[in-house]
Each structure stands twice: as structure tokens, then as C-alpha cells.
């Protein structure tokens, strides 16, 4: 089993900046893909972010193209999702999600493991 661990994440101001990081209990992370899920209340959880097992290869929502970013730190077994010029509708718990894998993965079926959520607040 792998377990990952989402950092805390807060309440900004829209415009402002925050970065989430997820800590993997694996000795292989640098085998697994990992994605960045959200999901907000009454809404289904949706694809943010995600990124192959060597970082080479990134994927994001339409939503959050130009504002987020994706990257990992193999040797510190961490993902990020750096959020910028944040907007409300950003408000969500945010996952992060990994499965073993040499492709990208943007599914939410495909992934095996998640983390416990974070919320994110982004006021207007």
C-alpha cells in the first residue's frame, strides 16, 4: 500500500498564490504517476492536475491552464501543485491521487491511491 499525505491548505484572497504538496510512503515513488484531484461541495470530483513518473510529461484541466502548476521531487518522495492568480471557484478539497504506471494518468478510475483531501478557500 502507498500512503499519501496532502499538505494543509488555507484560505487566500482571489488573485492570490498557494502551493499544496502531497508526501508518498513509498520507496518506488519515482514508479507511480500522480495527479491532483478537486472536488467541491455538491459537485463531482474532477481532474486538476497530473504528471508522469519522471515529471517529463504534465497535464492540466482547462480550468486551470496558465494558473497551476504540477511537479514532483522524486528524491523527497513529494508532488506539488503550485496555484496561482487563485479565483473562487477554485474552492474545493483538493486530492492527490497516485497509481503505478509509465503513462499519464487523467482518469480518476485509474488511480489506486489517494490521499486524505485538503480544502483550499479562495475568497472573492
Known amino acids: 500500500q502507498v500512503q499519501l499525505v496532502e499538505s494543509v491548505g488555507g484560505l487566500v484572497q482571489a488573485g492570490g498564490s498557494l502551493r499544496l504538496s502531497c508526501a508518498a510512503s513509498?520507496?518506488?515513488?519515482?514508479?507511480?504517476?500522480m495527479g491532483w484531484f478537486r472536488q467541491a461541495p455538491g459537485k463531482a470530483r474532477e481532474i486538476v492536475a497530473a504528471?508522469?513518473?519522471?515529471?517529463?510529461?504534465?497535464y492540466y484541466a482547462d480550468s486551470v491552464k496558465g494558473r497551476f502548476t504540477i511537479s514532483r521531487d522524486n528524491a523527497k518522495n513529494t508532488v506539488y501543485l503550485q496555484m496561482n492568480n487563485l479565483k473562487p471557484e477554485d474552492t474545493a478539497v483538493y486530492y492527490c491521487?497516485?497509481?503505478?504506471?509509465?503513462?499519464?494518468?487523467?482518469?480518476?478510475?485509474?488511480?489506486?491511491?489517494w490521499g486524505q483531501g485538503t480544502q483550499v478557500t479562495v475568497s472573492s
Open positions: 491521487a497516485a497509481v503505478n504506471t509509465i503513462l499519464i494518468v487523467t482518469s480518476r478510475q485509474r488511480y489506486d491511491y
Open positions: 513509498v520507496r518506488t515513488f519515482s514508479s507511480f504517476a
Open positions: 504528471i508522469n513518473r519522471s515529471g517529463s510529461s504534465t
